[in-house]
Nanobody, 113 residues
Framework: VQLQASGGGLVQPGGSLRLSCAAS????????MGWYRRAPGKQRELVAG???????MYADSVKGRFTISGDNAKNTVNLQMNSLKPEDTAIYLC????????WGQGTLVTVSS
């Protein structure tokens, strides 16, 4: 399984970014897809996920600001991030939970003025 993530970059506080991730290969049974992040000096954190039945979950720190959406048929997931804060700065890692758990290469999001 290969995951290709895109959409990271530098944005000012209060700004928006949209991350996208596409999975390819033999995923098998699709269970969920989403994003973790790893900030400097911090442990990896689950940011948002979406399951095969469309259920979503969010970390408390991003609720109301981030929105995850996905297309199971295309094995893609998007993360719309609004009202970004400096503490959102991190490497964002896409994952897919199919027959096995697979990670993408990560995309850097920097929120700074």
């Amino acid at each position: 399984v290969q995951l290709q993530a895109s959409g990271g970059g530098l944005v000012q506080p209060g700004g928006s970014l949209r991350l996208s991730c596409a999975a390819s290969g033999s995923i098998g049974r699709f269970n969920a897809m989403g994003w973790y992040r790893r900030a400097p000096g911090k442990q990896r954190e689950l940011v948002a996920g979406i399951t095969s039945d469309g259920s979503t979950m969010y970390a408390d720190s991003v609720k109301g600001r981030f929105t995850i959406s996905g297309d199971n048929a295309k094995n893609t997931v998007n993360l719309q991030m609004n009202s970004l804060k400096p503490e959102d700065t991190a490497i964002y890692l896409c994952y897919v939970w199919g027959s096995v758990w697979s990670w993408g290469q990560g995309t850097l999001v920097t929120v700074s003025s």
